[in-house]
């Protein structure tokens, strides 16, 4: 089991920065990948950007050249960090931390609970 724990969002002017934070703690060895997912109201949960266990970095089309995410490690917990930058009002939504797990070969699938961010002057 993965428990996943997001930090950050909140209210920001168009223009400004939010860093998201996720903590990984449990099985933190079978985690693969992880990364960010957004849900605009309305609207499909769509990817914001992941990194898998080797450091690949993927970002959706909206997010590349304003987001950054990044990962470390510790004994007990992965951190999982997204700077967002140069923010548009059409980046609110509800952002969720996603890790991919495997064990023994079986794919197993975690979420965060979802935290809010909101762009508005």
């Keep these: 089991q993965v428990q996943l724990v997001e930090s950050g969002g909140g ?14 703690s449990g099985s933190i060895s079978s985690i693969n990948a992880m990364g960010w997912y957004r849900q605009l ?6 990817m914001v950007a992941y990194i898998t ?10 997010a590349k050249g ?10 007990t917990t992965v951190h999982l960090n997204m700077n967002m930058n140069n923010l548009k009002p059409e980046d609110t939504a509800v952002y969720s931390c996603r890790a991919l797990a495997v064990v023994a070969t079986t794919p197993n699938d975690y979420w965060g609970q979802g935290i809010q961010v909101t762009v508005a002057a």
């Design 11 to 24: 209210l920001v002017q168009p223009g400004g920065s939010l860093k998201l934070s996720c903590a990984a």
């Design 41 to 46: 109201p309305g609207r499909e949960r769509e």
């Design 53 to 62: 266990s080797g450091g690949t970095t993927n970002y959706a089309d909206s």
């Design 66 to 75: 304003r987001f950054t995410i990044a990962r470390d490690s510790d004994k």
